[in-house]
Structures are given as C-alpha cells and as structure tokens.
C-alpha cells in the first residue's frame, strides 16, 4: 500500500511540480517473506512559453503526461509521509524513515529500519546537469544511489570526527578518542578529503542505520533551520504487552549526524572537549511527529544550557495524552534580521 503523497510547489507558482509518496509491499520472493518498500515519484512537466513556466494540468496528456518513476529502492517499508525541502543551491531533500506498526507481527519484527535523506537528482545541477537535471523523460536507477553511511561518524564541537567503533552512538573516551580513532573534520565530511573519500556533499543523500532492536520510524519528519527531526518508537518485546518506548532524532540535513554546534544532548569529556548528541531518549509511550514553534529571536544561540535561549520549541505528544515540549537549537538562521549597519 501507498503512504500519504506530499506535493511541492518549488517556483511558488501555484503549480504542483512534483509528488513524493512511498509503499510498503510484502516480496514473497524471500524466505521468510519480507517487507519491503521503495520511494515514488510523479513529475508534473512544464515548459517555458514567453518566459513563463506553463505546466501540464492534465495527468494523461498526449504529448507530455505526468511521470510515475521510482526515486529510490528503500528495501524497507515506508509507512510514514515524505518531508520535503530544498537546500542552498537547489536540491530538493526528500526525508522518511523505515517502519510498520499496525499488528502484532510488526510488533515483534526484528528487521533493521533505517532513516534517509535523499535528493532527487532532477533537481541535482551539481551532480547530474547533463544526465537528469531537469529531465523528465530520464530518471537514475533507483537501486543504485549512493548514499553516505552516516552510522560510525562521531561529532565533536571542536569540528572534530571519530569513528564509532561498537555502533553505540556515543564516544567511548579510552578507546575511541584518546586511542586515536579519529576520522577527520567536519569540512572533510561534507567536502571529502584528499585521499579516500568525497564528502556528503559529492553523494546522493545518506542512509541511517536504527540501532536498538526493534525500532523504526513511523511519524514524519520536521526540518527547520538546516536540521531535521524526527521521533523513533520501540514497541513492547512481550507479544502480551503494550507501550513501547520513544526516542528523538536531531540530525544535519546534509549527514544524517549530529551538527558540531548543535546537539540534542552533550556527551562531555572532563571539560576538553564534547560530543554532540543526535538523540535522546523521549521515556515510554509512542511519540507523535514534532510540532515547532519559533522562538523569539530564531537565531543560533551562544548558550545552549537553558532551553528558554533555544532557537526553536517542538512539541511532542505521547499515547498517554501528555506534551512534552523540548528546546532544539538549529544549525542556521530561522528568522530574517539585521545583518549590517551604516552611521550617517
């Protein structure tokens, strides 16, 4: 079955350019038979007449219909809504995660579910100019993009990147910093560096892993300031049993990891250096998508310590009824305001 499709109007035109929708399908063609899901797309096409963009209102137009392409082969169910966004330079982000939860087999499920950043490469002048940007009648191979693994990549305020060794998400101080387990800095993330590897930036989005057995993804994002959030729920392991358990994610839109000057949490080393957390734990009850409120000035604060200094305030509500509201900081500016002055 298909999830709930989100639309974008990216010329701000009043014309739907595209929509972005996933599936989950069960593939009998493993042993056991698996859930699996993949991303769609249909591309509303428009052509420039008298320097105006005239869209195709009809789907089954004869000369230009409307397109259903596959974006991406997840591998995983995708139940929950697309968010969408569109970054600095013109690249629109698709984000959802991986998940059922609707019986008591989904309950017990064990597979692995992961988060994604995609971009649609119809918008990714950087990278495909000459094969797919703005070309609806070509579309990549869905199975073949090639996403960051955002898993090992540990992200310190001094810029700073480890690796992490046991998959855990949080520096071991003895054997995975002071041992040297260092990977490079926060510019050789996203630009690459000049030996080994090309940067998130030169890739086709990233792919994160969920950890905790159990755990998937099935509220949509929210994205605000250059960074996304999302809530990830852990059922009950007892067949017999209800509830579960619920954790938030904070990550750079860009990496899929946490942002050296933004964190959900700190993970600190006897006052030398810290570790920017991406989740936290939300306590028990399965969480609802993030509702944000912009806070007085909207700007990156100095002062992370107290959430009334926070950039911004989600407020998520768990199965009991309670909302929780919770400060987040974001990587830019989400307010216009002064830049410079002149005295006259």
Known sequence: FMNS????????????????????????SEDPDEWKGKLYKVAVPWSIVDEVAVYSKIPNNITSPWTFVTLFNAEKPITSSCALSM?????????????????????????????????????????????????????????????????????????????????????DWESEYDSGNYFGTWKELLNGNETDFDGARKMDGWRRSLIIERER??????????????????????????????????????TGTAHPDVGLDENEMED???????????????????????????????????????????????????????GLDTAFEIKSGLRSWRER
């Open 5 to 28: 499709p989100v639309s974008v109007d990216v010329e701000l035109n009043y014309d739907v350019d595209a929509i972005y929708l996933g599936d989950a399908y069960m593939d009998t």
């Open 87 to 171: 970054d600095g330079i013109g690249n629109m982000w698709v984000f959802v995660g991986s998940g059922r939860y609707f019986n008591n087999d989904d309950k017990i499920n064990t597979d692995k579910q992961y988060m994604f950043g995609i971009k649609d490469p119809f918008y990714n002048k950087q990278m495909y100019e000459s094969t797919y940007y703005h070309k609806f009648t070509a579309s990549r191979d869905p199975d073949t993009f090639n996403l960051l693994n955002s898993d090992p990549y540990l992200i310190l305020d001094d810029e700073s990147i480890y690796l992490d060794d046991d998959n855990d998400g949080v520096m």
């Open 217 to 254: 993804i099935i509220t949509k994002f929210a994205i605000l300031g250059g960074m996304v959030f999302t809530p990830s729920f852990v059922p009950n392991a007892d067949i017999c049993g209800y509830g579960g358990e619920s954790y938030l994610y904070g990550q750079y839109y860009e």
């Open 272 to 326: 030398i250096v810290k570790q920017m957390m991406d989740k936290i734990s939300l306590g028990l009850g399965m969480a609802s998508s993030v509702g944000l409120h912009v806070n007085l000035d909207g700007f990156p604060d100095d002062d992370d310590d107290d959430d009334d200094d926070s950039d911004a305030t989600g407020f998520i509500q768990d199965s009991s009824g309670t909302i929780d509201e919770i």
